[in-house]
């Protein structure tokens, strides 16, 4: 069984110094991941508050081709939908490995979330742009999740940034206990919180043990084969040192290379297309359709092999895709796909790559 770290309240696990309980350095793909011994498993389980929420099986959420609730429900006693829970805290725009193993170890102790903070970018004056999951797709990655998790989905609770932009580090804290009431927190090494991320994994550490909060902080996620990369978003004190992270994956999909961006999500990338249906193009197995109707990010202009269409509920149709600045043209053999409820005004398609 792999573990993505110790609870905070010990020490962190140290690649280069593992733990005495027989554990290895295990090398999977392109990143680092630690096995986790059956004494630390019993270690985290009887850590596990009694008054914290019990671990339960989640069915399966939504996709972009369901209708549902986006959003979890106040319970009947009018508590936060997140009390009593695990929180997974993180900025969770590409869902990757990383962002996945906060979820494993959240799912070890109690019923996982991930706190999401929404409106980063109108507060901080960043360029728009396209996300990396589409906001109707998040939920499917989700459920692919559980089978990491114990058969648990996290569930995804959001905040507006705007709401949370000025707590220091100990007001976050307070929040996080007081009010959304949670059991116990999970964080990566390099997090940082608070305003103008003046509180780091240590401190978090602290502060949750003020509050009465368990604290779990493991080691990042590295992706040792590539070089490390750094945008105007990222603070110089907290640049990247080779760890799996949302900006690797924009870089991937930028330079087309899909099959790294399979590594970095643990998952082929989803692309979803919302467009009218008279703006739908069949002809001759070539469906054509404008990059503006695009929900997410696609990678960058090339041809695509290898790639699948995904149309409602109906069996992935294998097919070749190429993209350019303003079009995605998808080319396939097969005949099953055509506009059968053209009485809807837009339709939603996926396309996979890799």
Same mark, same amino acid.
């Given at each position: 069984?792999?573990?993505?770290?110790s609870?905070?309240?010990?020490?962190?696990?140290?690649?280069?110094?593992?733990?005495?309980?027989?554990?290895?350095?295990?090398?999977?793909?392109?990143?680092?991941l630690?096995p986790c011994?059956a004494?630390s498993?019993?270690?985290?389980?009887?850590s596990f508050?009694?008054?914290?929420? +019990?671990?339960?099986?989640?069915?399966?959420?939504?996709?972009?081709f369901?209708?549902?609730d986006d959003?979890?429900?106040?319970s009947?006693?009018g508590?936060?939908p997140?009390?009593?829970?695990?929180?997974?805290l993180?900025?969770?725009d590409?869902l990757?490995?990383g962002?996945?193993?906060l979820?494993i170890q959240?799912a070890r102790?109690?019923?996982?979330?991930?706190?999401?903070? $929404?409106?980063l970018?109108?507060?901080?004056?960043w360029?728009?742009?396209?996300?990396?999951v589409?906001?109707c797709?998040?939920?499917?990655?989700?459920?692919?999740?559980?089978?990491?998790?114990?058969?648990?989905?996290?569930?995804e609770f959001?905040?507006?940034?705007?709401?949370?932009?000025h707590?220091? %580090?100990q007001q976050?804290?307070?929040?996080l206990?007081?009010?959304?009431?949670v059991?116990?927190?999970?964080?990566?090494?390099?997090?940082?919180?608070?305003?103008?991320?003046s509180g780091?994994?240590?401190?978090?550490?602290?502060?949750?043990?003020?509050?009465?909060?368990s604290?779990y902080?493991?080691?990042?996620v590295?992706d040792?084969n590539? $070089?490390s990369?750094?945008?105007?978003?990222?603070?110089?004190?907290?640049?990247?040192?080779?760890?799996?992270?949302?900006?690797?994956?924009?870089h991937a999909?930028a330079a087309?290379?899909v099959?790294?961006? +399979?590594?970095?999500?643990g998952r082929p990338h989803?692309?979803?297309?919302?467009?009218?249906?008279?703006?739908i193009?069949?002809?001759?197995?070539?469906?054509?359709?404008?990059?503006?109707?695009l929900?997410?990010?696609? %990678?960058?202009?090339?041809?695509?092999?290898?790639?699948?269409?995904? $149309?409602?509920?109906?069996?992935p149709?294998?097919?070749? $895709?190429?993209v350019?600045?303003?079009n995605l043209?998808?080319? +396939?053999?097969?005949?099953?796909?055509?506009?059968?409820?053209?009485?809807q005004?837009?339709?939603l398609?996926?396309?996979?790559?890799?």
């Open positions: 069984m792999l573990c993505g770290g609870r905070a309240s010990v020490h962190l696990w140290d690649h280069r110094h593992p733990p005495r309980l027989g554990a290895k350095v295990l090398r999977k793909s392109s990143f680092m630690r011994s004494i498993q019993q270690r985290i389980k009887s508050r009694s008054h914290c929420k +019990t671990p339960r099986k989640i069915p399966a959420p939504l996709d972009c369901s209708q549902g959003h979890p429900e106040l009947a006693e508590l936060s997140v009390a009593g829970g695990i929180v997974a993180g900025k969770f590409a990757h490995i962002h996945r193993e979820a959240a102790i109690g019923t996982p979330y991930l706190l999401s903070f $929404v409106g970018a109108e507060v901080l004056g360029k728009p742009r396209a996300p990396i589409a906001k797709d998040r939920k499917r990655v989700l459920s692919s999740w559980a089978s990491y998790c114990g058969s648990i989905a996290p569930v959001e905040i507006e940034f705007a709401s949370v932009r707590l220091n %580090p976050f804290v307070e929040k206990s007081r009010e959304l009431r059991c116990g927190v999970v964080a990566g090494e390099n997090y940082r919180f608070g305003y103008r991320a780091d994994a240590s401190e978090l550490v602290r502060l949750c043990k003020d509050f009465g909060i604290a902080i493991i080691n990042s590295m040792k590539q $070089v990369v750094n945008t105007e978003e990222e603070d110089s004190k907290s640049k990247e040192r080779g760890q799996v992270s949302s900006t690797r994956v924009r999909l087309g290379d099959r790294y961006v +399979t590594e970095l999500l989803r692309v979803i297309s919302r467009t009218r249906t008279q703006d193009t069949s002809k001759r197995g070539r469906i054509s359709l404008q990059t503006s109707s929900l997410n990010l696609p %990678p960058g202009n090339g041809v695509y092999k290898a790639c699948s269409l995904i $149309v409602g509920d109906k069996h149709i294998s097919c070749k $895709v190429i350019d600045t303003s043209y998808i080319e +396939t053999e097969e005949e099953r796909f055509h506009n059968s409820d053209e009485s005004e837009f339709q398609l996926g396309i996979e790559f890799g």
